[in-house]
């Protein structure tokens, strides 16, 4: 019951920042498939995303208190490969392999 009125509880801005770091993980993992050095960009967008959201979730909701410190794994393995894409496509584009 916690967990659906947690659910509930989030507001529709949150959904939206939501997606925006979903889409951007995704389309900036295409344009590194791709050797595009776009990926970078969206990568950045995509962590500023995550940051937010899951700054939110975090400080400003019940879910500390839903899911216990155990609920802050996701967050930190989300945020852990979000920063990690951003690194690796810095790197990639200095060595060259993006373009």
């Known amino acids: 019951e916690a967990e659906r009125l947690l659910y509930e509880s989030n507001p529709a801005w949150s959904k939206f920042v939501y997606g925006i ?39 400003f909701t019940t879910a500390l208190e839903v899911y216990g410190v155990a609920g802050t794994i996701m967050p930190a393995t989300v945020t852990l490969i979000g920063g990690f894409l951003i690194w690796y496509s810095d790197k990639c584009k200095a060595s060259g392999i993006l373009v």
């Open 21 to 59: 770091a979903v889409f951007g993980g995704t389309l900036g993992s295409i344009f590194l498939l791709m050797k595009n050095a776009s990926a970078k960009r969206v990568f950045i967008v995509s962590f500023i995303a995550i940051i937010i959201q899951m700054g939110y979730s975090l400080l």
